[in-house]
């Protein structure tokens, strides 16, 4: 099996990005799964363009993509990506779309194709916080998350697609206050083991795993 991870370049006004650093430190190998790690930049389009690139280079069974989500204290898997750019900033080339469909032609919504609540799992057997998220929210990552979706749907392949958010490191929140955070080391363990259960898991677990509100 091959898994392609992404992760992206820092955006608003960040110095680093944990999901290119947290990517770069995955192992080659997860479980018999040779890894094969891209960075893409926060750029509407453009982020998609390189996957597509990638996808005809190294033809992988399954896309995972790594994103930050400032603010959230555990590795978040997530269920669903929208067909909406509302963007709250702007991309790093200074793009913001504004309730703008990713897609025309796309549905409302596409849902991850990966065992979301396996990898949640696997994660906390591990003692790190992990839990579904039902939102990917209307940036970049929930673009890549849709966008993925959509590609892999319009080309009739069987490849399997989905995203993870994970938290700030610590040195992004020295001056922001109450700011939860992760190291990065556990970060890439929590990852390692979000992986292994994709490659060992071809259909989901059966478990609680949605929310209240």
Known sequence: MKILVTGFDPFGGEKMNPSIESVKLLPDSIADATIIKLEIPTVVYKSLSIIHDAIQQYQPDVVLSIGQAGGRSDITIERVGINMNDFRIKDNEGNQPIDQAIFEDGPAAYFSSLPIKAMVNEI????????????????????????????????????????????????????????????????????????RAIVENEVDIKTIGGKIS
């Open 124 to 195: 906390q057997k591990s003692n790190i916080p992990a839990s579904i998220s039902n939102t990917a929210g209307t940036f970049v990552c929930n673009h890549v998350l849709y966008g993925v979706r959509y590609m892999i749907e319009h080309e009739n392949s069987t490849m399997k697609s989905g995203f993870i958010h994970i938290p700030f490191v610590p040195q992004q929140v020295v001056n922001k206050t109450n700011m939860p955070s992760m190291a990065l080391e556990t970060i890439v363990e929590g990852l390692t083991c979000a992986i």
